[in-house]
Each structure stands twice: as C-alpha cells, then as structure tokens.
C-alpha cells in the first residue's frame, strides 16, 4: 500500500476524534496530523502529532503543509447547523473560506485527495422528503445548508476545472459514544443516551414524531475512509453522496431504549429553534447511488446502534 501523510483539519470535534484514531491504525500515529484551534483531547495528543491552526489562517495552514507534506487533506472544521443559525456569518466565512483555502492549497501542492463532508442540510422544504434521492430540488433554508450546497459546488468545480481528486458524502445524524457533539440538530440522540443512563430522563428539544436520517459514527467512519480508498473512476459523484442507515422519532427512540431501561422517560421541550431546522430535513435518504458506485453498505439499524451506544456508554460513565 502507498504510504499516505494525512492532515485532519478540525480533528477535534465529534467526527475528527473517531476518525483520527482511525485513520493512525490504518497509516500509523506520525503519519497523520492532528489540527485544530482547540486543545486536543488526550487520545489525539498522545497518538500522533498535533498541531494548533486556524484553516482560515492561510500562512499558518501553509506552514502546516510545508512541514508535514500531506498526501491527503480531511476537512472536518465547520460551524453546524444549530450554531450556524446564531452565528450566520460567521458559518459562512468558516464553512466557505475554509474550504477554498483548503481546495487551492491542494492544487497548489499537488495534494492527491482532499475529503470534505456535506450533509442532509442540503435539502431544503421542496426536497421529496421520504427517500430523498442523490439528485433533486434543493433549496436549504439555514446558512449552514446554504454553505454545504455551496461547498458541494465548489468541490465539484475544482475537479471538473482541475482535475483536483475531492470526495465527499452527506452525512445525516452521527451517533458515537466517543466524543460529544458539536452543535447541530441532530445533538439529541446523543444526549438522550448519556441522560437515560445517568438520569433516566431526557428533555427532548424536537418533537416526539420529527423523523430524521441517523447513522452509527462507526458507519460514518466506515463511509469516509470507504470512499477515500474507492479507485477514483468508481467515484463518480463529485460534489458529494447521499449515505443513509436509518430513521427515526424521539418517539421511536425513546420505545428502544426502554426495551433496555424501562424507567427511562421523556418529555419535549416547545419552541426550541432547532425545530424548524429539522423540519425543512428529509425524513429518509435514497443512497442507493452510493451502494452501487462504490459499494457501501451500513451496519447499524436502531435496534443495533441503541444496544451498542447503552453498552458503551455504561462502562464509560461509571
Ligand atoms: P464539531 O463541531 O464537533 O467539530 C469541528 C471541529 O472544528 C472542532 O473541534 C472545532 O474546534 C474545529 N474548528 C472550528 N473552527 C476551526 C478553524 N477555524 N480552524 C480549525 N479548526 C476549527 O463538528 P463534527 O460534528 O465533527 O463535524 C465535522 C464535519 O462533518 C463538519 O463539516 C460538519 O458539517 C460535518 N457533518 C457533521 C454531522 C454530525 O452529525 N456530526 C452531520 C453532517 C455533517
């Protein structure tokens, strides 16, 4: 196998830390270079390098690429989608700016794959909702929708234009035991595991029937380094790829959880913003495109990801 330099900008929120420790089993702890403007949680400062920088900081990201020679960039810094709508501008400077910094470096110094993760934001309230196919309307309503469906643009120009090896996929919903999440829409089926454990209720800020796309954060690992090594002419979509792995409610959530706990409760929460965020969401997703490209396939359904993240996260909260 070709010996890959990797650099994970934004390494330290909830993807980048799962997929840091991934990614150095695969290439080994130097080989892959930890950045972010915040401090590294321990398993990342003690497993490989780290690096503080800023990607909108374009000296520093120059010196970060002249000293470690990447092979492969990962892009993970963003504002999310609840964050975003605080911080409009903002998110749009960081989700735009960072990515054409990112894009020209790469051309730049002949950096051979660049991944940079869309997601489920790029739909909009005239997208079908239900199985919500690889091509369609799209007319995202929040800034951080608006940014992905742009940064989905952009990637595609740099390789049309450029010839420039730029993957990406739509996540939806992540759900790991591992790191916390940063800020988006989908946060509550990460809290409503550590708060039924630890507390037995869960105030939901969505309403009990908003259906949403989720996936186990082993999947969505899985996924990105799946289409990382994907040969390139099997990589055919090049602004990014629906992925799916299931659906569900609070409602239907909270039903599997009680097949482990049958005291947990929850109750929902009026008004929150983050409602109408999830409401201008698909429900499903069609990643069939993505099935038959490169081959991926999820593991987890509900029934799987709700006993593995109870089981996880009991040991780690004790
Ligand atoms: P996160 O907010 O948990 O982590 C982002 C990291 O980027 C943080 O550690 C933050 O400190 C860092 N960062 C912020 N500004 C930076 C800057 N200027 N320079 C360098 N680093 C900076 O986000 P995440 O959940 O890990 O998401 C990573 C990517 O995946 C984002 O592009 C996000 O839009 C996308 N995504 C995530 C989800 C999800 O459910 N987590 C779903 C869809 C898409």
New binding site residues.
């Given amino acids: 196998m070709k010996q890959e330099r990797i650099i994970v ?9 799962e ?1 840091v420790t991934e990614l150095r089993g695969i290439y080994g702890g130097g080989n892959v270079v930890a ?4 401090e590294a949680p321990e398993e990342i400062r003690e497993t490989g390098p780290f690096e503080f ?5 374009k000296d520093n990201l120059k010196q970060i690429i002249e000293k470690y020679k990447p092979t492969q960039i990962y ?7 609840a ?1 975003g709508e605080q911080k409009p501008k903002r998110a749009w400077e ?2 735009m700016d ?1 990515l054409i910094n990112v894009l020209d470096f790469a051309i730049d110094y002949g950096i051979s794959k660049v991944y ?6 790029v739909f909009g309230p005239n997208s079908p909702q239900f199985n919500t196919p690889q091509h369609c309307v799209m007319d995202p309503n929040t800034v ?1 929708g608006i940014s ?1 469906l742009a940064g989905e643009r952009w990637c595609e120009y740099y390789h049309l234009k450029y010839g420039l090896d730029v993957r990406s ?7 790991g035991w591992k ?6 829409t ?2 509550y089926a990460v809290h409503i595991f550590h708060e039924a454990l630890q507390n037995g209720k869960y105030e939901c800020f969505l309403s009990e029937n908003t259906e949403l796309p989720m ?1 186990h ?1 082993s999947d ?1 690992i899985k996924a990105t380094i799946g289409i990382m090594d994907a040969p390139s002419e099997q990589v055919k979509i090049r602004s990014s790829y629906n992925v799916g792995a299931m659906s569900f409610t609070p409602k239907t959530l909270t039903a599997e959880i009680n097949k482990h706990l049958p005291d947990f409760r929850i109750s929902y929460k009026d008004n929150d913003p983050r409602q109408a965020i999830a409401n201008s969401w698909p429900k499903s997703i069609d990643d069939s495109v993505a099935r038959k490209d490169w081959g991926w396939k999820p593991e987890f359904d509900l029934a799987g990801l709700t006993k593995n993240m109870l089981d996880n996260l009991s040991v780690t909260t004790k």
Avoid at 35 to 38: C, H, L, R, V
Avoid at 53 to 57: G, T
Avoid at 75 to 81: F, H, M, N, P, T
């Fill in positions: 900008i934004g390494s330290n929120g909830q993807i980048g830390t997929l950045t972010d403007i915040k920088s800023n990607v909108l900081d892009l993970l810094a963003a504002l999310l989608s964050v960081l989700n960072g940079w993760p869309s997601s489920i934001a951080y992905k996929l739509r996540y939806p919903g992540l759900i790191s916390a999440p940063g800020g988006g989908t946060d996936m954060m969505a």
